[in-house]
């Protein structure tokens, strides 16, 4: 599994997920349980991970998605 973007926003994360899954993406977010620990001070960020061949077409639909 690779990341594919690190972040501490929820609706972020959240987007990215719904981006990926309908692009037919699986992903899985990683640190989720760590961020909770951490009394949700935004000091670790949660990562969205795909699957290592997934990495490029995942990065390409995201760049697009989450522009400002």
């Not at 959240?14 to 620990?37: N, R």
């Not at 990495?55 to 390409?60: D, M, Q």
């Amino acid at each position: 599994m690779r990341e594919v973007l690190k972040s501490n926003n929820p609706v972020d994360l959240s987007y990215a997920e719904a981006v990926l899954k309908d692009a037919g993406i699986d992903s899985v977010v990683f640190d989720d349980h760590m961020s909770v620990m951490d009394g949700s001070m935004v000091i670790l960020p949660r990562r969205l991970m795909v699957a290592d061949e997934d990495l490029e077409p995942a990065k390409a639909l995201l760049k697009d998605a989450l522009k400002p």
